[in-house]
């Protein structure tokens, strides 16, 4: 068999010349008699092909399995996750929501098509794979790349399934990901935003913790678009990821993706970045302060994930913080609920703002599953300054509630008597009241319904059409507007150093 001409489905075979890079293809390789379809969902390890997915390369690799062991990645290959231990992230609590692994049966494989042998049958996914690899290698060119995550890793993945689009999954990016999960089962999708078995499947709502802990998707970003935003951010940057491991209850994020929402990796950050680039080189220098920062172009770069939990995957959030070190008008900028430790490895130098998203305790225990605890996120402030982010904090989301502005008082009170006076220097916050979303309602009541008892007030709370075209639910415009200033006061009594750059 001819790697080179199966390589070539790259670039011809899913792309503008598709017919041709079929025939390409079966010229090349006249000796294969059947030829399974583009779709179908590769062979689990009691197959034929005796591996899985991108590891199917038929015989055992010693070394490489002696490297993952070490990294934390049990035998096969396989994330061993410690959800529900003491120091570990959190899974849901109380009555309608479990605690550590979900007993219920993990979603279904996507039906796999037959085999055909027809004249337009083509080369499967995994077959690419294999055949680009050196005979007894890795499909990645080269090893993966250093994992110093793997262990925090293991706290929230145990990959089971990856959804794969084909140029995803053979970049070197994707690449590396499968060799981090070679026990994973691969299946070929055509698109990582439409995949109904995992979308549309309404009875996967009540498997939402465990699918973001046993499924992962890559893709390919196809829209770069740079939006204005002037709150958060100056600018939204196309994101290198869609989706979070982390489920907190009133994420926005769901809304538009059905019954789950695993973490999406887009594998051409290149792209991301060589966009970014040249959208900061056509500003050129800022021409006045504003709330976003008084210097720099503030760029968010995490709309749609966590870059803290994307580090544990893959380097784009490693590659996004180096590139921003390069642009001297540009700053990076992401919210997140995870202390991810390896980021402190990094160097940025004062151009990446982490925003740590912050709430009354009583609130996160119900709402925040699957993140670091409030308490270790403020504790980390410090260490992440130390390392050359400059720190900002969300108080997010505000939810009004019997108590609310006791337990807030408290949070502030922690952060005044906990932070070190080089974090209040440098400190400011956001204040976002929450928003809601019939459908996501809906959706949680299939797996987290305590904590709708707490987010879905009708009585409350009236309709919103959010910035980017959604049609939500907010607290009632003078509900809102009297905590927002109730909140004001509390900061200003309690943390008067804590500039609110915003507040909606």
């Not at 084909?166 to 935003?193: D, K, M, N, T, Y």
């Not at 196809?222 to 940057?237: E, F, H, L």
């Not at 006061?489 to 609110?500: G, Q, V």
Request: glycine share 8%; with cysteine.
């Amino acid at each position: 068999m001819h790697h080179e001409g199966l390589l070539a489905l790259r670039i011809r075979g899913w792309g503008e010349g598709r017919r041709q890079g079929e025939r390409d293809v079966r010229r090349r390789s006249a000796a294969r008699s059947r030829l399974p379809c583009p779709g179908r969902a590769i062979p689990g390890p009691s197959a034929d092909r005796g591996v899985t997915g991108a590891r199917a390369r038929g015989g055992p690799q010693p070394s490489r399995t002696l490297r993952t062991r070490q990294r934390g990645v049990g035998p096969g290959g396989t994330v061993h996750g410690s959800q529900g231990a003491e120091d570990g992230p959190r899974e849901p609590t109380g009555t309608g929501a479990r605690s550590g692994p979900d007993p219920s049966p993990a979603p279904a494989p996507a039906p796999a098509p037959d085999a055909a042998s027809g004249p337009d049958a083509l080369f499967s996914l995994a077959e690419v794979l294999d055949a680009s690899a050196p005979d007894g290698g890795s499909p990645a060119s080269d090893d993966p790349a250093p994992w110093p995550s793997a262990t925090e890793a293991a706290r929230l993945f145990e990959i089971r399934e990856i959804y794969a689009e084909p140029e995803a999954a053979l970049s070197a990016r994707g690449r590396q990901v499968l060799a981090r999960f070679p026990g994973a089962r691969l299946i070929e999708v055509p698109s990582h935003w439409n995949i109904p078995h995992l979308h549309g499947n309404e009875g996967n709502a009540r498997r939402w913790v465990r699918i973001k802990r046993e499924v992962l998707v890559l893709g390919v970003r196809k829209t770069m678009t740079v939006r204005p935003n002037g709150r958060s951010a100056d600018w939204i940057a196309p994101g290198p990821s869609n989706g979070c491991a982390l489920a907190c209850a009133y994420c926005y994020v769901p809304r538009r993706k059905g019954y789950a929402n695993p973490i999406t990796l887009f594998t051409n950050t290149e792209a991301l970045i060589a966009r970014l680039a040249r959208h900061s080189t056509e500003l050129g220098p800022k021409p006045e302060p504003n709330q976003c920062d008084p210097h720099s172009w503030v760029y968010d770069i995490g709309e749609n994930g966590d870059c803290s939990v994307d580090a544990l995957l893959c380097d784009s959030t490693a590659e996004l913080i180096r590139a921003f070190c390069q642009w001297p008008y540009a700053k990076a900028s992401f919210a997140t609920k995870y202390v991810n430790s390896a980021l402190l490895d990094l160097d940025p130098r004062g151009r990446t703002r982490i925003r740590f998203s912050i709430m009354p305790e009583a609130d996160s225990r119900l709402l925040d599953v699957r993140t670091s605890p409030v308490a270790e996120r403020i504790a980390a402030a410090g260490d992440f300054l130390d390392a050359g982010y400059e720190v900002h904090f969300n108080l997010s989301p505000v939810v009004l509630r019997p108590g609310w502005q006791h337990d807030w008082t408290e949070l502030l009170r922690h952060l005044d008597d906990v932070l070190p006076a080089r974090v209040k220097q440098q400190a400011a916050a956001e204040v976002i009241m929450l928003t809601h979303n019939k459908d996501l309602h809906e959706t949680n009541l299939g797996w987290h319904p305590r904590a709708e008892e707490l987010l879905w007030q009708p009585a409350g709370q009236e309709p919103k059409l959010s910035q980017n075209g959604a049609r939500n639910v907010r607290y009632r415009a003078d509900a809102k507007r009297q905590a927002l200033d109730r909140l004001r006061e509390l900061t200003t009594r309690h943390a008067p150093w804590l500039r609110i750059r915003y507040a909606f």
